[in-house]
């Protein structure tokens, strides 16, 4: 059985006018066999997700390009290709605990619909659509900028200098303390070839550690660094 939608609004911060366009946006197709069995009219969310896909791919460019008006069209494209893929949307199913929400039909169910990456993208596309059916595109944008966006660490110059001094900044860090150098690995990438994401793990020492994702190696590495630096300030070092 699916979780109460209650749940998920509060998860949301946004409560329905109507309550059917959440349901709507939650009901996969192998529902509708179902409860049109059962004699009730239902519709699945794939007419929302439809809209939820245009209303992303506007929002993510719009904010992207206000962001970064410097950056050029191969950037942005590259950027916005990461933000909307289902790689991407997958990830924010999954930090919304959204599976748990899906209206699904029982042999979807039973075949583990709930852990499925395309469903799932799929619903977060088809939730962005009813939001903004709902409350309206402001409600929306502030859907897809503080759940899809934000949590994405992405450079705001784009300079790769950036990089070179966190990496540098913790070598020179590493000798003052007397310790190896750090040690940097690629401990995962997914995605798509034009989209991917990878974690970078950086270490120093027996004792200091940190992994961080980003679009690109270096910039992963920028992060993972800028972490490590940052645990040996709050310790003294």
Known sequence: MPAELADLERTLGCMFHRQNLLEQALTHKSRIYEKSAEGQPAADNEQLEFLGD???GFVVSEHLVSRFPAFPEGRLSKLKAHLVSAT???????ELGLGEYLLLGR????SGGRNKKALLSDAIEALIAAIYLDQGLEAARSFIESR????????DDGAESAVT???????????TLKLPSPRYSIVAEVGPEHAKTFTVEVRL?????????????????????????????????
């Not at 042999?107 to 039973?110: A, I, N, S, T, V």
């Not at 899809?148 to 450079?155: C, N, T, Y």
Request: no cysteine; net charge negative; charged share 20%.
């Open 107 to 110: 042999g979807e169910e039973m």
């Open 54 to 56: 245009s209303i992303l």
């Open 165 to 175: 001094d966190f990496k540098s900044a913790l070598q020179e860090r590493a000798q």
């Open 88 to 94: 991407r949307l997958h990830e924010v199913a999954q």
């Open 205 to 237: 020492g027996s004792d200091w550690s940190s992994q961080a994702q980003g679009l690109s190696k270096k910039s992963a590495g920028q992060m993972a660094a800028q972490m490590v630096l940052q645990q040996l300030s709050e310790h003294g070092h």
């Open 148 to 155: 899809v966006i934000a949590p994405l660490a992405i450079p």
